[in-house]
């Protein structure tokens, strides 16, 4: 009888600490999954919230976190509906100004200041991109003693996940303006999908005004296809404030 119960009590034993070795794996497999794990940094800049609004749900459908650079003094009924559906408010300054035409108390005003309203609304504000796409060292050196992030708005650059914590990073423009055709539109995203899934880790940051056939918009269908690509390859959309984080 005493001998049953030890036999027992040792293949209890052995039985739970292979539990314990499974689970414990099984996360370090998803930690090495998730740092392994290459995507995209969506966002869309200025100001149309009813526009930006209305896709909230086509964002959703695909598990896509958005980060809306916004110009504007405080915090509106927008940033308080994009934040409570997991998107990142980022800031683009109040008026959408040229940095680099302002004095320096216009450059505090304009985009220095805001973080201290936003704050006391419940808004960290981490991730700001150029108006224009207009900066320089100085202005990089000023602006990253109040944010993390600062983000380019010129051309296609693939970084690390840790780049991404703190500095300078590039983005480029998925604007109807830049791409002749649906074809043309659907190749360039198909390179830059290619890109990432053979980089491991890597980011890259895309972005567009609002979801329109305007020049300065991406129409509905473009943008689909970069969510949908992205979904089908397995690539995430991450917030310019979950890389900082991460
Ligand atoms: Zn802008």
């Known amino acids: 009888m005493k001998r049953k119960k030890k036999i027992l009590i040792i293949l209890t034993t052995g039985i739970l600490l292979l539990m314990i070795a499974g689970v414990l794996g099984g996360i370090k497999l998803y930690r090495v999954h998730k740092a392994h794990q290459c995507g995209i940094v969506l966002a869309f800049d200025d100001y149309n919230p009813q526009n930006w609004e209305k896709y909230f749900d086509l964002f959703d459908q695909y598990d896509a976190k958005v980060t809306f650079f916004v110009c504007c003094g405080e915090p509106t009924d927008f940033c308080y509906h994009a934040a409570e559906r997991g998107h990142e408010i980022g800031f683009h300054t109040i008026n959408h100004v040229d940095l680099l035409a302002l004095s320096e108390d216009e450059v505090y005003e304009q985009a220095i200041a805001p973080i201290e309203v936003f704050r006391e609304k419940g808004f ?3 991730s700001f991109a150029y108006p224009k796409g207009s900066y320089n060292e100085e202005l990089n050196e ?3 003693q109040h944010y993390k ?4 708005a010129w051309s296609y650059e693939l970084v690390s996940k840790y780049q991404m914590r703190n500095g300078f990073v590039e983005s480029l423009s998925i604007d109807n303006i830049h791409y002749n055709s649906d074809e043309e539109f659907e190749k360039a995203i198909d390179v830059i999908m290619a890109e990432l899934d053979k980089n491991v880790g890597a980011v890259v940051g895309l972005y567009s005004h609002a979801i329109d056939g305007g020049n300065w918009c991406v129409t509905e269908e473009r943008l689909e296809y ?3 690509k992205a979904h089908d ?9 979950e890389l900082q984080e991460n």
Do not use: C, S, W
């Open 124 to 126: 960290e504000l981490t």
């Open 142 to 144: 000023l602006l990253l």
């Open 233 to 241: 390859m397995g690539i995430q959309f991450y917030t310019f404030k």
């Open 226 to 228: 970069v969510l949908k």
């Open 149 to 152: 992030v600062l983000r380019g």
